[in-house]
């Protein structure tokens, strides 16, 4: 089982940038897709950006697309999520997740593995 840890989040002003991290244990990182998601207060997980296992594909969520950027080291075993323009709706915990299959993946169901979260504030 991988495991995740998240790290990069913090208070930032709107408008401003931040880079979440994820480090993965275990072998074989570019066997599995990878994905970050969010959850803010009160509402549900959504899905922010997905990456493939060789890092060629990625996806992203409407309201991120052109703000966010996911990337991935797999020589690091890490994958980064790249976030401009910040805005205050932006505000929420970032979960980085890891799927069993190399593919770009956007189902949360899809994932079985899961990091503890980072906080991202963004003040308006």
């Known amino acids: 089982q991988v495991q995740l840890v998240e790290s990069g989040g913090g208070l930032v002003q709107a408008g401003g940038s931040l880079r979440l991290s994820c480090a993965a244990s275990?072998?074989?990182?570019?066997?599995?897709?990878m994905g970050w998601f969010r959850q803010a207060p009160g509402k549900g997980r959504e899905f922010v950006a997905a990456?493939?296992?060789?890092?060629?594909?990625?996806y992203y969520t409407g309201s991120v697309k052109g703000r966010f950027t996911i990337s991935r080291d797999n020589a690091k075993n890490t994958v980064y999520l790249g976030m401009n323009s910040l805005k205050p709706e932006d505000t929420a915990v970032y979960y980085c997740?890891?799927?069993?299959?190399?593919?770009?993946?956007?189902?949360?169901?899809?994932?079985?593995?899961w990091g503890q979260g980072t906080q991202v504030t963004v003040s308006s």
């Open positions: 997740a890891a799927a069993p299959t190399p593919g770009v993946v956007t189902g949360s169901n899809e994932y079985n593995a």
């Open positions: 275990g072998r074989a990182f570019s066997a599995n897709g």
């Open positions: 990456i493939s296992g060789s890092g060629s594909g990625t």
